[in-house]
């Protein structure tokens, strides 16, 4: 995750102070396991904003100054903070430096959904660009060469595969799959694959066909003739994305796109 990234390197510069939601009760902002890391002039990541932000920030650089203090401590999000969420958030303080850069990353990188992008075009770059500040664990797979742009968010992986369905066997368990190659066979093939997976290990929660209400029509009479059932095809979703949004523009789908992987089971 960028965030991640971007504290990492400027740990190799100088200390910081890393503050993260150690438990939390009734409404709060943010939930456990959220986190920010105070530098001296910078904050990276936040906490919930508002004033207890502002005051775990003092808090952390009262600490990067040398004072010491209770790991947790207690903030009730009550009128003495001029926040009515009525909850109450533990805070934990832990001074990091460089050398904590490592176990920092497995920690606070957390569970990432296995997600496969098939097709390179103008949706799924916009796509990764959306996904990769998400908590997706990406494969970005198409047939053509040299597709791929060259800086990519920390959690995307590209493939090339020839044929291109050829990679559905080998996702990860409980992979998402996104379908919107540069071809509508490519497309018939790769759901194809994921059909037949899904009639033999069933570990494909959820399948997603860029494409009209027509594109699908056309295509479910297509898997029909190849022998798939009515049950089965009722697993793909296509047109992908939360109604209600009808922009046409990558950036677009992508937003909505993302939104209905986020509403989905998670790990």
């Not at 503050?19 to 890391?37: C, K, T």
């Not at 296995?114 to 796509?127: N, S, T």
């Not at 497309?187 to 290990?201: H, Q, T």
């Amino acid at each position: 995750m960028r965030a991640l990234e971007e504290v990492t390197n400027r740990l190799a510069a100088q200390d910081a102070v890393l503050v993260s939601v150690d438990s939390a009760q009734g409404s709060v902002p943010r939930e456990p396991g959220a986190w920010m890391a105070v530098f001296p002039a910078s904050v990276v990541g936040t906490v919930g904003g508002g004033h207890l932000e502002l005051q775990a920030i003092a808090e952390a650089r009262r600490r990067l100054a040398g004072a010491g203090g209770e790991a947790v401590l207690r903030y009730p999000l009550g009128p003495s903070l001029g926040q009515c969420c009525g909850g109450v958030v533990h805070l934990r303080f832990e001074r990091i430096a460089a050398a904590d850069a490592p176990q920092l990353v497995r920690r606070l990188r957390g569970p990432e959904t296995p997600l496969a992008l098939f097709g390179g075009g103008h949706v799924g770059k916009a796509l990764v660009a959306v996904l990769g500040t998400l908590p997706f664990e990406i494969t970005w797979i198409d047939s053509r060469d040299e597709i791929f742009p060259p800086q990519l968010p920390d959690n995307v992986r590209c493939e090339h595969s020839e044929p291109v369905q050829a990679a559905v066997a080998d996702l990860a368990p409980g992979s998402r799959v996104l379908v919107m190659s540069f071809s509508h066979a490519e497309d018939l093939d790769i759901v194809a694959a994921c059909l037949r997976r899904l009639r033999e290990r069933g570990d494909l929660p959820y399948v997603g066909l860029i494409g009209s209400k027509t594109k699908w029509a056309t295509f479910r009479h297509r898997l029909e003739e190849r022998g798939f059932r009515k049950q089965e095809l009722a697993q793909v979703t296509c047109p992908i994305g939360i109604p209600g949004i009808a922009g046409k523009q990558p950036e677009v789908i992508a937003v909505a796109v993302a939104a209905q992987l986020l509403q989905g089971p998670q790990p």
